[in-house]
T-cell receptor, first 107, second 117 residues
C-alpha cells in the first residue's frame, strides 16, 4: 500500500552543523506533508508543513524541500542545537507516519 | 496556540481491566481526532480516526471491539482498551486538528503510557 518512509533511522551531528533528514513517500497523489519532532515521552510537535504546489518552504532554522519527481522530501535544520535532539517524523495528509529518524546532537 | 490534553498520562492496571483514555481539544473544536499507539523506538501507528457524532474508522488489523472509540462532542474523544492484557501495554497518543480540516497540522496530546500487569 501507499506509505511514507524514512531513509535513515539515526543521525548524529555536531552542535552548530546543519542537519538533513530525508523522507520518501510512495503516493504520487499526496498533496500535503508535515514534519513533526518527538521528544522522549511526549507527543509529536509540529515543525513545518508543505503543500505540493511548493518546492521549498522555510521556517525558523528549518527548511523543507519537496521533490515531487522522485517523491522525496527533506527537513534541513540549520545550526543544529542540543535541543534539536529528538525523533523526527514526516507524515502525509492522511496522518500516517514514516519510521522516524533519531537525531542526536553532540556538544 | 492549539492545545490537546490527554488523560491520564500514565496508568498501571491488572490484566482484564478496561482502561479509558481521554483526549480533549482545549481551545478549538475538532470534528476529527486520530488515535495512535507507539511501541518503544518505533513510529506512531495510526489505529483509528475518531469522527464526532459517528462511528470511528479503524485501520486494518485494529480490533474495533478491543479498542472502543467514542467522540461524543467536538472537544472530547475517548479510547477504551477493553479487557486489557500485557500485550496492550504501549504508549497511546491522540491528535486533533482545528475543525477537523485535513491539510492542516494536527496537534498532539502528550500521550498515555499504559502498563498492564
Amino acid at each position: 500500500g501507499e506509505s511514507v518512509g524514512l531513509h535513515l533511522p539515526t543521525l548524529s551531528v555536531q552542535e552548530g552543523d546543519n542537519s538533513i533528514i530525508n523522507c520518501a513517500y510512495s503516493n504520487s497523489a499526496s498533496d500535503y506533508f508535515i514534519w513533526y519532532k518527538q521528544e522522549s515521552g511526549k507527543g509529536p510537535q509540529f515543525i513545518i508543513d508543505i503543500r505540493s504546489n511548493m518546492d521549498k518552504r522555510q521556517g525558523q532554522r528549518v527548511t523543507v524541500l519537496l521533490n515531487k519527481t522522485v517523491k522525496h522530501l527533506s527537513l534541513q535544520i540549520a545550526a543544529t542545537q542540543p535541543g534539536d535532539s529528538a525523533v523526527y517524523f514526516c507524515a502525509e495528509k492522511n496522518m500516517r507516519f514514516g519510521a522516524g529518524t533519531r537525531l542526536t546532537v553532540k556538544p | 496556540g492549539a492545545v490537546v490534553s490527554q488523560h491520564p498520562s500514565r496508568v498501571i492496571c491488572k490484566s482484564g481491566t478496561s482502561v479509558k483514555i481521554e483526549c480533549r481539544s482545549l481551545d478549538f473544536q475538532a470534528t476529527t481526532m486520530f488515535w495512535y499507539r507507539q511501541f518503544p523506538k518505533q513510529s506512531l501507528m495510526l489505529m483509528a480516526t475518531s469522527n464526532e457524532g459517528s462511528k470511528a474508522t479503524y485501520e486494518q488489523g485494529v480490533e474495533k471491539d478491543k479498542f472502543l472509540i467514542n467522540h461524543a462532542s467536538l472537544t472530547l474523544s475517548t479510547l477504551t482498551v477493553t479487557s486489557a492484557h500485557p500485550e496492550d501495554s504501549s504508549f497511546y497518543i491522540c491528535s486533533a486538528g482545528d475543525r477537523g480540516r485535513t491539510g492542516q497540522p494536527q496537534h498532539f496530546g502528550d500521550g498515555t503510557r499504559l502498563s498492564i500487569l
